[in-house]
């Protein structure tokens, strides 16, 4: 078939293919896979409204209910799972290093869902704009925004996502994050969920976080920031003992924030469309298999 600008090449269909649901699990009769999928990557690249689809991806109707449903129902985290599993058997998978980060995404105003007030209720002052929880958005320096948490492997493509509110902090996300790192052996067994090392910055740092990645037995590299290394030493040898740090390791931390560049070169991801988390986190979900198939 004829392939445009940013469609999916031959061997990365070849990669995909296997993992996509089969015409039998569903009611009704499967449009074709490939041309909606590449309708989805169209639109993720160029972040054209859903209805300007070029006419050749088909209705654009479908390739939105598909994207939807996909991302309601978890197929693509099935799908991301499993491209996981064929990379870490096939040893592309750079365990060596796995960083984590978050980036800020402004929602553009169609993202913005929310009635103005909530409705009002006599003896009560109304309450001002509020987003559903669903919704995964809040107010930030930067307005309304909400924000990509992630963890990537040295070869600069994410293991684990979240998607949050843009004003939450990232401290408190690093063990949800982590936890989400879990890629299946291919032979079966227990899956992977430990990288060799760990590295952030000093937003990571905190007695909490430590605590986890020493019982979990993870080597990592997290500065320490000046406040806390000054409250451990007025604790004297109650307040533990000083970080390793190494300025060589640290520097592969700027792997995770190219990770994070390749996920926004995306139009889509890195100015959110979506109203409903759970559509903006499919979307997230389909650029980074996106990147893992890529050869």
């Not at 993720?44 to 209805?51: D, E, G, I, K, S």
């Not at 689809?53 to 390739?63: M, R, S």
């Not at 009560?124 to 987003?131: A, M, S």
């Not at 007695?207 to 806390?228: A, M, S, W």
Request: proline share 7%; aromatic share 8%; net charge positive.
């Amino acid at each position: 078939m004829a392939m445009g600008r940013g469609d999916l090449t031959n061997e990365e269909w070849a990669r995909l293919k296997p993992h996509l649901p089969m015409p039998g699990q569903r009611g009704g009769r499967w449009e074709n896979h490939r041309r909606v999928i590449n309708g989805i990557l169209f639109r993720l690249r160029t972040r054209v409204p859903w209805r300007d689809l070029p006419e050749h991806f088909g209705p654009w109707k479908t390739v939105h209910e598909r994207h939807r449903r996909w991302s309601a129902n978890g197929t693509w985290d099935r799908i991301f799972a499993a491209v996981l599993v064929g990379a870490d058997a096939e040893g592309r998978i750079d365990w060596s290093m796995v960083s984590v980060d978050s980036t800020s995404c402004r929602a553009h105003q169609h993202a913005a869902g929310a009635r103005k007030s909530l409705p009002r209720v006599p003896g009560k002052r109304r309450t001002p704009r509020q987003h559903r929880p669903g919704e995964g958005l809040g107010r930030s320096r930067g307005g309304l925004t909400c924000k990509i948490h992630l963890a990537g492997e040295g070869g600069r493509r994410p293991l684990s996502l979240l998607i949050t509110p843009g004003q939450w902090g990232d401290a408190p996300q690093f063990i949800p994050v982590m936890e989400g790192i879990r890629v299946g052996r291919q032979g079966g067994g227990r899956p992977r969920t430990r990288p060799d090392h760990l590295g952030g910055d000093k937003a990571y740092s905190s007695r909490r976080n430590r605590r986890y990645l020493r019982r979990r037995q993870i080597k990592h590299t997290i500065p320490e920031p000046k406040d806390q290394r000054a409250r451990r030493q007025r604790r004297g040898s109650r307040g533990g003992r000083p970080t390793g740090f190494s300025k060589a390791i640290y520097k592969r931390r700027n792997e995770v924030e190219r990770t994070i560049n390749a996920l926004k070169n995306f139009r889509a991801v890195a100015t959110r469309f979506d109203k409903r988390a759970y559509v903006f986190h499919g979307a997230v979900t389909v650029v980074a298999i996106r990147l893992w198939i890529r050869p």
